[in-house]
């Protein structure tokens, strides 16, 4: 049992190039969230799933594109990196939902974008 | 928006000193979490409260709804507990599950 897998661990893009920064879970979690952390801020969400094959926006969607084909996967994609989104990320996975769950994490991906 | 507002941003203290960390939120909530990050590594649930108090350990936190306040107290701190506390609340009232909005988190060290 991993629990919550992100991949690539770090990255250096280059401003106007793409990526995408899978999640996994194994823990037949409904509902899936990335955040991203910056140096001074508390982490914001960035879009979340309660289920696969759907996707809602979060504080700070701009820039960012989101896909649960499958239950377990949650893929965020950048279509054009810009310095602005140099970051650690990270993606949590819940049971259900709500106040009753407690969210698992993933180790992070650091993104820089130079 | 809910704010959430923690105290205090760093904390450095000698082993064996009982810490306490602090948390306020401005809007009402359904349940608040402590979390735990060690440097350059992932983010850990410590608790998930929504009434009174819980034990884990060295660790005790607290709410109180009505002040819409909470702490996180360790007990005998040791060098290990050096990490960032981070304060969490939980919005979610029956619509849906929109994420969880965090405090700036309170950089602790334990000095041996």
């Known amino acids: 049992n991993a629990g919550v897998t992100q991949t690539p661990k770090f990255r250096v893009l280059k401003t106007g190039q793409s990526m995408t920064l899978l999640c996994a879970q194994d823990?037949?979690?409904?509902?899936m969230y990335w955040y991203r952390q910056d140096p001074g801020m508390g982490l914001r969400l960035i879009h979340y799933?309660?289920?696969?094959?759907?996707?809602a926006k979060g504080e700070v969607p701009d820039g960012y594109n989101v896909s649960r084909l499958k239950k377990q996967n949650f893929l965020l994609g950048l279509e054009s990196a810009a310095p602005s989104q140099t970051s650690v990320y990270f993606c949590?996975?819940?049971?259900?939902?709500?106040?009753?769950?407690?969210?698992?994490f993933g180790a992070g991906t650091r993104l820089s974008v130079l | 928006k809910n704010e959430v507002e923690q105290s205090p941003q760093n904390l450095t203290a000698q082993e064996g000193e009982f810490i306490t960390i602090n948390c306020s939120y401005s809007v009402g909530i359904s349940a608040l979490h402590w979390l735990q990050q060690h440097p350059g590594g992932g983010i850990v649930s410590l608790f998930m409260?929504?009434?009174g108090k819980k034990k884990h350990g060295r660790l005790i936190a607290t709410i109180n709804i009505q002040e819409k306040h909470s702490s996180l107290h360790i007990t005998a701190s040791h060098p290990r507990d050096s990490a960032v506390y981070i304060c969490?609340?939980?919005?979610?009232?029956?619509?849906?599950?929109?994420?969880?909005?965090f405090g700036k988190g309170t950089h602790l060290i334990i000095q041996p």
């Open positions: 949590a996975s819940v049971l259900t939902g709500g106040a009753k769950n407690i969210q698992y």
């Open positions: 823990m037949n979690h409904e509902y």
């Open positions: 799933s309660v289920g696969e094959g759907t996707t």
């Open positions: 969490a609340v939980d919005m979610y009232s029956g619509g849906g599950a929109d994420g969880l909005t």
């Open positions: 409260l929504s009434s």
